[in-house]
């Protein structure tokens, strides 16, 4: 194991991104570690009790514990690093060092309440959602990752079926696609314990999607739904249909997905009146301008149907951060081909 420090935490773990590595840690996810602490600290709740079901080296939940202020207790939960992260509880002189606890239970058998939880897997959280959500306090805050974004992204059909419940298909917009259907199984789990969700934010990447979560009072919801992809062209609708208004073709269906929001725009406001950092602060300004329409367009897509050269994406006003050349827009199909074939744009 290597000496690593990341944040305000020193800690020992295998620098390796790979299954078997003893102490898993991914360096890449620093970033998304970085918006975790300006994410609990921008929502001001102090007093949490918190579990990190996955823990590895201890690295997330002991920056939590060290950079923010939010905690009163905080367990570190994993079967088989237990020793790895009592190493690093002492490399490190943290504050409020007692509310600290070690645990070593299935991430299944809980058998407590918290305000907190945190699940990071290495593949699919959804065999530890339904467990989390009856230990989940209302108004308590969950925090998922999925890795195995195969079947989430359209590259593995039948596996997104079994574990998501939805069809899915390789898409321009496959990122949002594979979030959508997450958050709509979380929603489906969450309904089985008696909750419901509403998720406050994500952070998507090519090999990760990350998404929290407000655990409110149960509700029925209409915010699950299906997305019309047309087989041809790059025309989707969220109106029930079996051909394409734009060339005829027939029209997939895709998910069930969730069609409500993604995020909370004032705990972004809030995360960005909190944030130095410039790299995160670049993100967090990017989202708070991202309109709440399903799915997004890219340049690329749309030069590929036209057969014409691609617009200028720096000239289109609502992009999206899930892709550098995407943006969202509430117009028709019709006129969205109209823009792209613009020579003016």
């Not at 058998?111 to 897997?121: L, Q, V």
């Not at 959804?126 to 308590?140: C, P």
């Not at 990447?205 to 209409?222: A, C, D, G, L, Q």
Request: include cysteine; hydrophobic fraction near 35%; charge should be positive.
């Amino acid at each position: 194991m290597e000496l690593l420090k990341e944040g305000k935490i020193k800690f020992y773990a295998d620098n390796l991104q790979t299954k078997s590595a003893g102490v898993f840690f991914n360096p890449s996810r620093s970033f998304e570690r970085n918006l975790n602490i300006t994410l609990i600290k921008a929502i001001g709740r102090s007093g949490l009790e918190g579990i990190e079901l996955f823990s590895a080296s201890g690295v997330r939940g002991l920056r939590l514990c060290a950079e923010t202020e939010n905690f009163k207790r905080m367990v570190l939960n994993d079967i088989k690093t237990i020793k790895t992260i009592e190493r690093n509880i002492k490399l490190n002189k943290i504050k409020n060092a007692s509310s600290l606890e070690i645990n070593a239970a299935k991430v299944n058998c809980l058998g407590e309440h918290f305000d907190y939880i945190d699940i990071d897997p290495f593949g699919s959280p959804v065999g530890y959602l339904q467990n989390s959500f009856a230990s989940i306090r209302m108004n308590g805050i969950m925090a998922i990752t999925a890795t195995d974004t195969a079947p989430l992204y359209g590259r593995a059909k039948k596996a997104c079926r079994l574990k998501y419940g939805a069809s899915s298909m390789k898409t321009h917009y496959y990122n949002e696609l594979g979030l959508r259907i997450l958050i709509k199984r979380s929603e489906e789990l969450a309904n089985i314990m008696e909750r419901s969700i509403e998720p406050i934010f994500f952070d998507v990447r090519k090999h990760y999607i990350r998404v929290y979560f407000r655990v409110v009072r149960p509700h029925k919801s209409e915010k699950i739904g299906f997305i019309y992809q047309c087989r041809r062209c790059p025309n989707r609708t969220l109106e029930e249909s079996t051909k394409c208004s734009n060339c005829g073709s027939d029209l997939l269906k895709l998910g069930p997905v969730w069609l409500g929001r993604l995020f909370d725009r004032t705990l972004v406001e809030s995360m960005l009146a909190l944030s130095e950092d410039k790299t995160e602060r670049k993100y967090l300004e990017s989202l708070a301008h991202e309109t709440d329409q399903v799915s997004y367009y890219t340049t690329d897509e749309l030069a590929s149907y036209l057969k014409k050269p691609e617009v200028s994406i720096s000239a289109v006003k609502s992009r999206t951060v899930l892709n550098p050349k995407g943006f969202r827009t509430d117009d028709g199909i019709a006129d969205v081909l109209g823009m792209a074939s613009s020579p003016n744009q």
